[in-house]
């Protein structure tokens, strides 16, 4: 029942994102002819309208970021906490399901919409500077050199990959941290007869201040009992070690938050959810 929940999940974002994700893209083809154009221009009026464009381009960029959070956050408060939720608490298909049908489908959005910004970026810097693609890829190292140089400084290729691996895990987990905690503030804050949408977001400031002092008392503690700022990186496979070890607490510090979290949102809208 997953996968349906999915599929319909991915249509009814997809009808929002991918209008976004294309005007992002017009935006971006219209502030490089803008830019091109302003070099070449001396008439003020012209300046003035190419300058907007390249300035909707950016709000652009900024508001399909925001548009991939508020629709993660109204998706979860339409579909789970308003009237639809009678309609799908009945569904033959469990808690967990809903939750993490909602979490997939968000965290997927999130990483496109990374994608997407970066890549109207990198492609509208190309652009303006008169590099094609295929230049661009020939500045990277190959494969055969990366490791060469890894070789000589005493660096196993592997290690790079574990780090990569840890990097891309965190990622995804701290996409779905950050569902997280909005499904469980606002799961908590409709558990109430009244002012849901206010105690979900004290929930949410609550959630947020106690994740972070505990966050950061465990860090000062580690930090003070491996030595701190006497602790001295002195070789490569060191520095290497350290930032394996450290990508990994990184991990498992989302992880454990983000069980919490879930624990909340689940236990929120299993036994106290108010709907009235």
Not at 5 to 16: I, P, Q
Not at 149 to 177: F, H, K
Not at 200 to 214: D, E, Q, R, T, Y
Not at 218 to 244: C, P
Request: aromatic share 12%; hydrophobic share 60%.
């Amino acid at each position: 029942m997953l996968s349906k929940l999915l599929k319909h999940e991915f249509r009814a974002t997809g009808r929002t994102m991918l209008p976004v994700y294309a005007a992002v893209v017009v935006l971006a083809v219209l502030a490089n002819f803008s830019i091109r154009v302003i070099d070449r221009s001396v008439h003020t009026l012209v300046t003035i309208f190419c300058g907007l464009i390249i300035a909707a381009f950016i709000i652009g960029i900024i508001a399909a970021g925001i548009m991939t959070l508020v629709m993660m956050i109204k998706r979860f408060y339409t579909n789970y906490l308003k009237d639809e939720g009678y309609l799908m608490h009945t569904l033959p298909v469990s808690v967990h399901e809903l939750v993490w049908s909602k979490m997939i489908v968000s965290v997927v959005w999130f990483i496109c919409t990374f994608l997407v910004i970066w890549l109207v970026i990198i492609l509208t810097a190309l652009f303006q500077t008169g590099t094609s693609l295929a230049q661009f890829f020939a500045g990277f190292p190959s494969w055969a050199e990366i490791k060469a140089a890894l070789a000589e400084a005493g660096i196993r290729s592997g290690d790079l990959w574990v780090i990569g691996l840890e990097t891309l895990l965190a990622v995804v987990v701290a996409g779905l941290y950050t569902c997280l905690h909005f499904y469980a503030a606002m799961s908590l804050g409709h558990m109430f007869s009244k002012d849901k949408i206010l105690l979900s977001i004290v929930f949410f400031v609550g959630i947020s201040f106690v994740l972070s002092l505990a966050t950061t008392g465990y860090s000062t503690g580690r930090f003070v009992a491996s030595g701190g700022a006497d602790y001295i990186l002195e070789t490569a496979q060191e520095a290497i070690r350290l930032g394996k070890a450290i990508l990994a607490e990184m991990l498992a510090i989302e992880l454990v938050q983000s069980a919490v979290l879930y624990i909340a949102t689940v236990l929120g809208l299993k036994r106290g959810l108010n709907l009235a």
